[in-house]
């Protein structure tokens, strides 16, 4: 007999920030085959997020673009409530927006640092916090979710790895570590689970840099033990796992997904 195995996200409503381009885009669409309705995020482009749309849409799957700059209050509201407008309900967040905007320190200017904490750490305050606020109004579906709600925020190997010339980028990683920890602390009782996923080195447009010449790729290869680039589709796929039920017991942790760079192979001969 065949075994009919249901999709992980199936009835699922996951919205997904930062999902016109590179890891976000990667994540909705995998979203989208796993069986949830996804709500793409964009800020600026509105072209690619309804590329993503029709991407998810054209393979079954149910999605719509919104506009929101998630480090304004006003912005994720509206979104959240557009979001809800559509689907009714919502089961996951993904707070992946993020930028870089970097600086040799004594050079690096207030607006610099402002932005990029804002966006990766105060926009992630401002949706995990809607997203809270309508888990616990909207009450738990069994069947749904095992969990009142899910929230994946999306982090970095610079949680942990310090980088020059990068000071803003870092502390506003090490802040949604922390932020992430202590969130799951206080709604796991609740039956939220919020966990984290920590990204290395990800062929997107963010880095394009370090990656498109053959040069710059055998660079940062000394800092990969695993030998590869990592895919937006190594992390949508953890990113599916930690969505659904199979991870069910997984709570306030970080997933490092990086071919091994939080190994600090720069001892690998000096140990």
Same mark, same amino acid.
């Given at each position: 007999?065949?075994?009919?195995?249901?999709?992980?996200?199936?009835?699922?409503?996951?919205?997904?920030?930062?999902?016109?381009?590179?890891?976000?885009?990667?994540?909705?669409?995998?979203?989208?085959?796993?069986?949830?309705?996804?709500?793409?995020?964009?800020?600026?482009?509105?072209?690619?997020?309804?590329? &993503?749309?029709?991407?998810?849409?054209?393979?079954?799957?149910?999605?719509?673009?919104?506009?929101?700059?998630?480090?304004?209050?006003?912005?994720?509201?509206?979104?959240?409530?557009?979001?809800?407008?559509?689907?009714?309900?919502?089961? $996951?967040?993904?707070?992946?927006?993020?930028?870089?905007?970097?600086?040799?320190?004594?050079?690096?200017?207030?607006?610099?640092?402002?932005?990029?904490?804002?966006?990766?750490?105060?926009?992630? /305050?401002?949706?995990?916090?809607?997203?809270?606020?309508?888990?616990?109004?909207?009450?738990?579906?069994?069947?749904?979710?095992?969990?009142?709600?899910?929230? $994946?925020?999306?982090?970095?190997?610079?949680?942990?790895?310090?980088?020059?010339?990068?000071?803003?980028?870092?502390?506003?990683?090490?802040?949604?570590?922390?932020?992430?920890?202590?969130?799951?602390?206080?709604?796991?009782?609740?039956?939220?689970?919020?966990?984290? $996923?920590?990204?290395?080195?990800?062929?997107?447009? &963010?880095?394009?840099?370090?990656?498109?010449?053959?040069?710059?790729?055998?660079?940062?290869?000394?800092?990969?033990?695993?030998?590869?680039?990592?895919?937006?589709?190594?992390?949508?796929?953890?990113?599916?796992?930690?969505?659904?039920?199979?991870?069910?017991?997984?709570?306030?942790?970080?997933? /490092?997904?990086?071919?091994?760079?939080?190994?600090?192979?720069?001892?690998?001969?000096?140990?």
């Amino acid at each position: 007999m065949p075994v009919h195995v249901h999709p992980p996200l199936r009835g699922q409503k996951a919205l997904v920030t930062g999902a016109s381009s590179g890891i976000g885009a990667g994540i909705a669409q995998a979203f989208g085959a796993a069986g949830a309705a996804v709500g793409v995020n964009y800020r600026s482009h509105p072209d690619e997020a309804e590329r &993503i749309v029709e991407a998810i849409r054209s393979t079954g799957g149910e999605a719509v673009a919104l506009k929101a700059d998630v480090s304004n209050e006003d912005e994720v509201r509206a979104m959240f409530r557009a979001f809800g407008t559509t689907f009714g309900r919502v089961d $996951i967040l993904v707070a992946n927006s993020g930028i870089q905007q970097d600086a040799a320190f004594a050079g690096m200017t207030l607006d610099q640092w402002r932005r990029v904490i804002d966006v990766n750490l105060t926009g992630q /305050f401002l949706c995990a916090r809607e997203a809270v606020r309508r888990f616990l109004a909207q009450g738990r579906d069994p069947s749904v979710s095992r969990a009142a709600g899910k929230i $994946i925020c999306m982090s970095s190997v610079h949680e942990v790895i310090p980088w020059a010339g990068h000071v803003n980028y870092a502390a506003s990683k090490g802040g949604v570590m922390l932020m992430m920890k202590s969130l799951a602390q206080e709604v796991a009782e609740m039956g939220i689970r919020v966990n984290g $996923i920590a990204p290395g080195a990800i062929r997107t447009p &963010i880095n394009r840099e370090a990656w498109e010449t053959p040069e710059a790729e055998r660079k940062l290869l000394d800092l990969i033990p695993y030998g590869r680039v990592g895919e937006p589709e190594d992390i949508a796929k953890a990113a599916v796992w930690l969505a659904s039920d199979d991870s069910d017991y997984v709570v306030g942790t970080t997933l /490092f997904v990086d071919g091994g760079m939080t190994l600090y192979p720069g001892f690998r001969d000096n140990g």
